[in-house]
């Protein structure tokens, strides 16, 4: 059973830049299909990226993100990114790391039921 922390939020101007870090417990971190998802206030969660076992061309990104956040991870470290550049005002929500075994291409899990592991939350507010 993985276990999640989130780490890297906080607060920045609209043009920033934030790298999020998610750092999973267990040795089977390479086994997972990793993914970002966020939630703004009073919305739905929403699918921000997702990166195969491997990483590499196997990633995937929302239409609202993609050209600006890149996802990536280490296996070693058993850590996920997501370095978000050119942040919006309406990129401030909650970010979640999620994981899951079932998948193996990054464009096929895409919704939050694709996914048993959840870290808690980082909190990123972009000021316009």
């Known amino acids: 059973q993985a276990q999640l922390v989130e780490s890297g939020g906080g607060s920045v101007q609209a043009g920033g830049s934030l790298r999020l870090s998610c750092a999973a417990s267990?040795?089977?971190?390479?086994?997972?299909?990793l993914a970002w998802f966020r939630q703004a206030r009073g919305k739905e969660r929403e699918f921000v990226a997702s990166i195969g076992r491997s990483g590499g061309s196997n990633t995937y990104y929302g239409d609202s993100v993609k050209g600006r956040f890149t996802i990536s991870r280490d296996n070693s470290k058993s850590t996920v990114y997501l370095q978000m550049n050119s942040l919006k005002f309406e990129d401030t929500a909650v970010y979640y790391c999620?994981?899951?075994?079932?998948?193996?291409?990054?464009?096929?899990?895409?919704?939050?039921?694709?996914?048993?592991?959840w870290g808690q939350g980082t909190q990123v507010t972009v000021s316009s």
């Open positions: 267990g040795s089977t971190f390479s086994t997972y299909m």
């Open positions: 999620a994981a899951t075994m079932r998948f193996t291409f990054a464009s096929l899990a895409t919704r939050p039921p694709n996914y048993e592991y």
